[in-house]
């Protein structure tokens, strides 16, 4: 698992965490069961305190991100289908909360932000379509 910190962010450390470890289980790229690297281990590759490691996981085991297991890793835990696609949503409508107000303040209409997204979201070029065109959130 990837994770990056940036002490000068303005963001605590711990949220830091959070967030992206919040992602990786939203994205798929840490899966339910995988095993999250232990507080120690954690806080020795990111230079960070190992409290501000044992601060992330707690809140992340109180929302259900992860599960303690006596003795064992931490892991992440198994979530229904409709749980992963409100992480998702969350996840998306936190990333995009930002570019909301980058685009208010420019002066643009909702018709044109949205235009300028479906550009940019077609980019690609890969035209694929998802499952869940159309699905209202």
């Known amino acids: 698992m990837l994770i990056v910190v940036d002490p000068q962010s303005g963001v605590p450390v711990y949220r830091q965490l959070m967030d992206q470890i919040k992602f990786h289980v939203a994205s ?3 899966k339910p069961g995988d095993e999250l690297p232990s507080t120690r281990a954690l806080s ?3 230079g960070v305190n190992p409290m501000t490691i044992s601060k992330a996981y707690s809140f992340l ?3 259900g991100v992860i599960e303690r297991r006596p003795g064992r890793p931490l892991v992440v835990s198994g979530i229904a289908p409709e749980e992963l696609r409100s992480r998702k949503v969350d996840q998306l409508r936190e990333s995009l909360r930002p570019i909301v107000t980058v685009a ?3 002066g643009f209409t909702r018709g044109d932000a949205l235009a300028i997204f479906d550009e940019m979201f077609d980019e690609d070029g890969s035209g694929s379509e998802t499952e869940s065109e159309g ?3």
């Open 44 to 46: 020795a590759e990111l």
């Open 135 to 137: 699905e209202e959130t």
């Open 104 to 106: 208010r303040q420019l």
């Open 28 to 30: 798929g790229l840490t």
């Open 61 to 63: 085991e109180r929302e």
